[in-house]
């Protein structure tokens, strides 16, 4: 039914949605606003009837707006499948004409799959309780069951025999080939976005969308996410009304060849994708969304038993009317349904027709699809498959001249996935209190009257005073008691562990704690890098395992309150001058003893291990962390100077190294600047020519030529110059003879390097003698002189001791500054905290930005990408949360520029002599995938985190565990966070005693007995 026009705009909270359509089968226009900002506008027709947006802000307050469009041009209606605003959600609104859609058929409810618990988990709320200390448990990862990574992960079906002339075997072909491969492979890909041959039409687009049921399968993606109860009968019910079609319709359209074509496809344009990272992401996450859906649908037709021959057809049924499941009519699960005409998208070609009656196919078996089977694959991970992807880095580009300068250059950081940190807290109750051992014992005999007095020789008031402060201290002493128990688990972390950091942790699990990274060994049985072939450790030993860590903590904190409470109590002794006391006991009317025994007070708690959530943990090495904090102190002190470098350090280890070429980095007046070096001998030229001439050669004529001191003639040119075409000149220029001649005018001689002096003579024929033209002919004699090579040395040992005395000068004013120089001490132990967090977080940004520029290899053009890439590592990582330790070089010595800023503390110390800090970095729970991506190939990714595609690479040269393992782990750490919210304890708890200040009277003489105490 067609429509007339149709235009208007409404408000969903912080969005302005505004859309026009002309009427049915024109093209409508949909804009979205936000925050009065245009952030969509795009033109819908039949050749692109959905229209995905999502929009992020920039941190630190980052939102994100996105939503879903769909227009059906032969009835003019325009639908907004959803919408995520920060004020609320919408879906299913029916803009055009305006309305909402009538909600879809019910389900048949079905009941709970095998093994699900249908228990309500209540958690136990005592207002009691209180946090006592945090702390990460870190764990490495186990490698991956080939089982688990079909379902887990969407492998490229066709990798190991791609079809011909396709993308993927023309990189295949490139990386065989190993040469110019990064640039190579890019050149492939931008040819097949751009329709190049021979990729003419692979392309999806628009214009040249996919064909048949993988068009329909992308906007089915976000439904698998949110399907509950998910079990296979009720999965397959749900894609068969989305689909519109028929079981066995559906079963017959993907094991069709067409379907394995249109998939292909998929598979080709991703790559192009991928290797121009950034370029189409909304596309390549529908490609993504494409891929995951069509290895379920696959995988489902795949686990189908095969239908015995015999089986008799069975005619379809009729269909129910549209009406009929818009007022909630239910579908029979082996009734076939013929779709409507309405329910197909746009532009969709129509699923296979039968050719004959259909035959009732088998559905997938409950028992080979358990829940936790499917809950896998709807939460699949796409895989590039190797050795095309990771690209490996460009060795063709030439590095920028000005890297030189750039912080991230130069320095050799390493950085890679350490552990999955798993955050608990330890928290307390307290239970009870119970008496401990004696204080003191009060003896009187019968008829006795005993009288203690306890002062102080002062004056009254003073005594008052005395008295006030201990009665205020004595009603507070139980407040006081409970907050010293975590003060001392506090102090006692610090002095173990001295590595800080404050957590937020996030969903599933909300926690804001303060507490401690620990840098013990990994727990064995983990796997992952270290010993991914190690068996994987009982669940009972684990929780074992991180409960020894806190109960010992906690059980030492109450030892160092029992030492502390020790020394209270003498010093109280001590200090009783400061107060008196009279105690009576009169016993002169009594006729039998009277014994007190008075004892101290101990509280008793219980501990135990509470779960929070989990995190990827980085580690990243960085070598002289300080370098870059001395530099700018050495700047803001007024102090403008540079430690000398070593001449051998720049290559110039002997004198003959002293060039006097100036290309050269070791050119003598380059060196001579370098270090200052004003006075020297400059060296002579080393080659020089003289030359004479021997006129009138009517007769023998001869001569001697003077050659400079230092200097060797090496070479000598003889030339004749005559009028007379039968002219001959013979004669010698030293040892060497020469013969000219009119057709022959020219000779060039190589001489015995000569020194001193240089003898020549020449005559002419006899013939040449008598001619009358002899006194217009002439020769010329030009000589070569080199320098020679011992006054070259000589020279060059000169050169080189002067530039030795020139760079100890240098030293020597650079220490006699670096002694005088008055330092600058930091004003708290807060501020030196955080100045060594901010030198660590720069260093750690430059590591990060080196493992781009190791992956990519585009040092030419880094400073292109460099502010992108740094503000997606602001917030991909922690820094709040950064822990570090540091190492001290045991064979180098300090420099001394390192005493300019001598540290205030312990800390600082540490900090300004460290060679090198190790830095354990959290990564936010939504950038872990996209984390791995870039520690893997150098590239972000800033889609649908669920969508990250992955790479399977080692994570380090001699680990035998992959990213792959990797992923797994992070996936299945978000189902234990799940599990977690019903669990209150990680472990059985343990019980604390706490000595108090406290005394209390007991009842009855008898002293008390403690059995247990002794040896077992």
Not at 775 to 800: C, N, P, T
């Amino acid at each position: 039914m067609s429509r007339g026009d149709c235009s208007g705009t409404r408000h969903f909270g912080s969005v302005r949605v505004t859309w026009s359509c002309p009427g049915a089968g024109r093209v409508c226009t949909v804009e979205v606003f936000w925050l009065g900002q245009l952030i969509m506008s795009v033109p819908m027709s039949q050749a692109d009837p959905v229209q995905t947006f999502s929009v992020t802000t920039e941190p630190p307050a980052s939102d994100s707006v996105s939503g879903e469009f769909r227009y059906g041009p032969a009835e003019g209606m325009l639908q907004m499948v959803w919408l995520n605003t920060p004020e609320g959600s919408w879906q299913h609104v029916l803009l055009c004409p305006e309305g909402v859609l009538p909600p879809p058929p019910p389900y048949t409810p079905w009941p709970p799959a095998v093994g699900a618990s249908t228990e309500t988990v209540e958690l136990r709320i005592d207002p009691a309780c209180h946090d006592l200390f945090p702390f990460v448990f870190l764990k490495q990862w186990p490698n991956i069951d080939t089982s688990v990574r079909a379902d887990n992960f969407v492998d490229y079906p066709n990798a190991s025999m791609p079809t011909a002339n396709s993308l993927y075997a023309n990189l295949l072909n490139i990386h065989q080939l190993g040469t110019d491969v990064r640039n190579l492979s890019i050149a492939q890909g931008l040819d097949f976005l751009a329709g190049q041959p021979p990729y003419q039409g692979e392309r999806i687009t628009r214009e040249q969308p996919l064909d048949g049921l993988p068009a329909q399968l992308a906007p089915l993606w976000r439904g698998l996410q949110t399907l509950q109860p998910l079990c296979v009968d009720r999965l397959i019910d749900w894609l068969l009304v989305e689909l519109g079609v028929t079981w066995t319709e559906l079963y017959d359209a993907v094991q069709s060849a067409d379907y394995a074509a249109q998939i292909d496809r998929t598979w080709q344009n991703v790559f192009a994708l991928m290797l121009v990272p950034g370029y189409a992401l909304v596309q390549n996450e529908e490609l993504l969304k494409t891929l995951i859906i069509g290895s379920l649908l696959t995988a489902l037709a795949d686990s189908v038993p095969t239908m015995p021959p015999a089986m008799s057809p069975v005619m379809p049924t009729e269909a129910p009317s549209a009406e009929a499941e818009r007022d909630g009519a239910e579908l029979a699960v082996d009734e076939p349904v013929e779709p409507a005409d309405d329910d197909r998208d746009e532009g969709a070609a129509p699923l296979p027709a039968p050719t004959s009656a259909p035959m009732t196919t088998p559905r997938p078996s409950p028992a080979v699809w358990p829940p936790s089977r499917l809950e896998q694959r709807r939460h699949a991970t796409v895989v590039l498959p190797p050795p095309v992807f990771p690209l490996p880095p460009d060795v063709s580009t030439a590095p920028n001249p000005a890297d030189a300068d750039l912080p991230m250059t130069g320095v050799t950081s390493r950085v890679s996935p350490y552990a999955v940190g798993q955050l608990q807290i330890v928290r307390r109750a307290l239970l009870r209190y119970e008496p401990g051992e004696v204080a003191s014992i009060e003896n009187v005999m019968p008829g006795e009257r005993k009288v203690r007095i306890q002062s102080e020789r002062q004056i009254d008031r003073q005594l008052d005073e005395r008295r006030e402060q201990q009665s205020e201290r004595t009603s507070e002493s139980v407040q006081a008691d409970a907050s010293a128990f975590e003060l001392a688990a506090q102090e006692l972390l610090l002095e173990n562990y001295q590595i800080n950091y404050s957590v937020n942790y996030g969903p599933p699990q909300d926690g804001n704690a303060t507490g401690y990274w620990t840098f013990g060994p990994i727990a064995s049985g983990s796997g992952g890098a270290a010993n991914a072939d190690a068996p994987a450790a009982p669940a009972q030993t684990t929780n074992q395992t991180r409960t020894s860590l806190a109960r010992s903590i906690t059980q030492r904190a109450a030892r160092r309150i029992e030492q502390q409470i020790g020394r209270l109590r003498q010093q109280e002794f001590t200090h009783q001058r400061d107060w008196s006391e009279r105690h009576t006991f009169d016993r002169r009317h009594a006729e039998t003893p009277l014994r007190g025994v008075y004892r101290w007070l101990n509280a008793i708690y219980e501990c135990w291990v509470a779960p929070l959530g989990e995190r990827l943990v980085l580690e990243l090495v960085l070598p002289d962390p300080a370098r870059s904090y001395v530099n700018a102190e050495l700047d803001l002190a007024g102090v403008s100077l540079t430690e000398p470098i070593l001449p051998a350090a720049i290559g110039l280890s002997d004198f003959t190294q002293v060039s006097t070429d100036p290309s050269s980095k070791l050119f003598y007046a380059t060196l001579a600047a370098t270090y200052g070096l004003e006075q020297f001998d400059t060296p002579p030229q080393e080659r020089l020519t003289i030359a004479c001439a021997a006129p009138t050669l009517a007769s023998l004529q001869s001569g001697t030529l003077t050659l400079p001191a230092d200097y060797e003639a090496t070479k000598a040119s003889v030339t004749l110059t005559t009028q007379s075409t039968t002219a001959t000149v013979n004669g010698q220029v030293g040892q060497v003879p020469f013969a000219l001649s009119a057709t022959a005018p020219m000779q060039s001689l190589d001489l015995a390097m000569q020194s001193g002096s240089l003898a020549w003579a020449a005559s002419a024929s006899a013939t040449m003698a008598g001619d009358q033209t002899a006194a217009s002919q002439a020769v010329a004699i030009e000589v070569q002189l080199d320098w020679a090579d011992a006054a070259k040395a000589r020279w060059q040992a000169g050169f080189y001791a002067a530039l030795l005395s020139a760079y100890r000068r240098q030293l020597t004013a650079y220490l006699n500054a670096a002694n005088q120089a008055p330092a600058r001490v930091q004003s708290n132990t807060l501020n030196t905290r955080q100045t060594i967090q901010r030198q660590l977080k720069r260093a750690g940004l430059r590591a990060m930005v080196a493992v781009a520029l190791a992956k990519t290899g585009e040092k030419a053009r880094v400073e292109r990408f460099l502010p992108a890439l740094q503000d997606w590592l602001e917030r991909a990582l922690e820094w709040s949360e950064m822990s570090h330790q540091f190492v001290v070089a045991l064979d180098d010595q300090q420099p001394p520029g390192r005493r300019l800023v001598p540290g205030a503390d312990a800390s600082m110390t540490a900090f300004l002599e460290a060679a090198q800090a190790r830095v354990l970095l959290p990564v936010r729970p939504s950038f872990e995938r996209a984390m791995v991506l870039y520690l893997d190939a150098g590239v972000i990714w800033t889609g649908e985190p669920a969508l990250t595609p992955a790479v399977s690479v080692p994570l380090s040269p001699m680990a035998t565990s992959t990213s792959i393992d990797l992923l797994e782990d992070l996936k299945q750490a978000q189902e234990r966070c799940r599990c977690d919210r019903g669990r209150e304890s990680v472990g059985p708890p343990w019980v604390v005693t706490m000595p108090t200040t406290l005394v209390v009277l007991q009842e009855g003489p008898v002293l008390p007995t403690f059995p247990g105490r002794g040896l077992p």
